[in-house]
């Protein structure tokens, strides 16, 4: 080589270019090797950055990485941050960027969050449905262990801890007032069902809503059964809470 005896390559030098040819048909493994390096590293920053981005709380699912690289690559980053403690494992394929509280400290999900995240992310419509929608309007008091949401996406059923969170396929009659508080009353008071619904769980329901929930149940209305129509005008005839 020029400047020296063969073979000597003085400190600060730039090698030639035919030099760097030689090399790189001498060894071409180690340049394999740098580019995929460069590649997971850059993935792996991708996938953080999406997830602080989100902030605490935020439940996902290796799909929701799915345009940063491939399937191994997007399991090695989430096992990699996993054991690092930066995420949470809540069951298989679920995760999340826990939440904290200042008393309690690390904090569970919430229901919503898990089936959002369940849904996948162009999944936006589900319902609360069952038990688990009319606790949410008060009319029981005891959270289900087993939690189910209507979806327009796929089913699917996850365990995390003690509880099973549900997601389970419906028509598009059903999904038509999901995310309103009439899909909402519609789900719990089919839950409770026509012959255990009386003025008592009535009375409780007009106390819930208040105007603005009420006029939602009067546009709503076409999409309700005959006999939770009945109801929706006996609440609206109430008038709203303030």
């Known amino acids: 080589m020029p400047g020296g005896p063969r073979g000597l390559i003085k400190k600060g030098s730039t090698l030639p ?14 340049c394999v090797r740098n580019n995929m390096k460069k590649r997971k590293n850059t993935v792996d920053i991708q996938i953080i950055n999406r997830i602080y981005g989100h902030g605490r709380g935020w439940v996902f699912t290796p799909d929701h990485f799915k345009d940063l690289g491939s399937r191994n690559a997007i399991a090695s980053a989430l096992k990699r941050y996993k054991q690092k403690g930066s ?7 679920l995760y999340d960027y826990p939440g904290i509280d200042p008393e309690l400290g690390v904090i569970q999900p919430s229901m919503e969050a898990i089936a959002k995240a369940l849904a996948g992310r162009d999944a936006t419509r589900m319902q609360p449905t069952g038990a688990y929608a009319a606790n949410l309007l008060g009319l029981t008091t005891q959270v289900p262990m087993r939690i189910a949401f209507l979806t327009d996406g796929l089913p699917r059923t996850v365990q995390v801890g003690n509880r099973q969170i549900t997601l389970k396929q ?12 009439s899909g909402l009353v519609i789900q719990a008071l089919r839950h409770l069902g026509q012959q255990n619904v009386n003025d008592q769980i009535i009375s409780q329901l007009s106390r819930r809503l208040d105007g603005d929930a009420k006029a939602q149940l009067l546009k709503d209305v076409r999409y309700a059964p005959a006999w939770i129509a009945d109801i929706f005008r006996q609440l609206i005839d109430k008038g709203g809470s303030k």
Request: proline share 6%; net charge positive.
């Open 17 to 30: 270019a035919e030099a760097v040819i030689v090399l790189t048909q001498k060894h071409p493994n180690i």
């Open 87 to 93: 995420i949470r494992q809540l069951a298989r394929g």
């Open 170 to 181: 419906t028509t598009p009659r059903n999904m038509a007032t999901a995310g309103r508080i």
